[in-house]
């Protein structure tokens, strides 16, 4: 079992920036899952936004947030992040963290599937005024 607790969400305005924490807990060997982050927004189905590899070394983002949002971890402190800049108000949504155990969905194409993901946090709520 893994317990996951997301963070820092808030209110900002639009070009701000925030930052979201997933802290992981329980009987978990972090450092051997891959993480991800999805949100949802009002009258939408959950949406991924980013993902990173057991093995940090690759990282993959949906297109709308590219070259805005950077998501890193650390593995001492079992903790990932979600580094969210120029924030515009189509991401307000509520943000979730997630666990994938699956050694072999390593890729980009399966790690934006939230059904291959087996544990997740209680989300965040980020709402972006204009």
């Known amino acids: 079992q893994v317990q996951l607790v997301e963070s820092g969400g808030g209110l900002v305005q639009a070009g701000g920036s925030l930052r979201l924490s997933c802290a992981a807990s329980?009987?978990?060997?972090?450092?051997?899952?891959?993480m991800g982050w999805f949100r949802q927004a009002p009258g939408k189905g959950r949406e991924f936004v980013t993902a990173?590899?057991?093995?940090?070394?690759?990282?993959y983002y949906t297109d709308s947030v590219k070259g805005r949002f950077t998501i890193s971890r650390d593995n001492a402190k079992n903790t990932v992040y979600l580094q969210m800049n120029s924030l515009k108000p189509e991401d307000t949504a509520v943000y979730y963290c997630?666990?994938?155990?699956?050694?072999?969905?390593?890729?980009?194409?399966?790690?934006?599937?939230?059904?291959?993901?087996?544990?997740w946090g209680q989300g965040t709520q980020v709402t972006v005024s204009s």
């Open positions: 990173i590899r057991w093995s940090g070394d690759s990282t």
């Open positions: 997630a666990v994938n155990r699956r050694y072999s969905c390593s890729n980009f194409e399966c790690l934006k599937k939230d059904w291959q993901y087996d544990y």
């Open positions: 329980g009987r978990s060997l972090f450092n051997m899952y891959s």
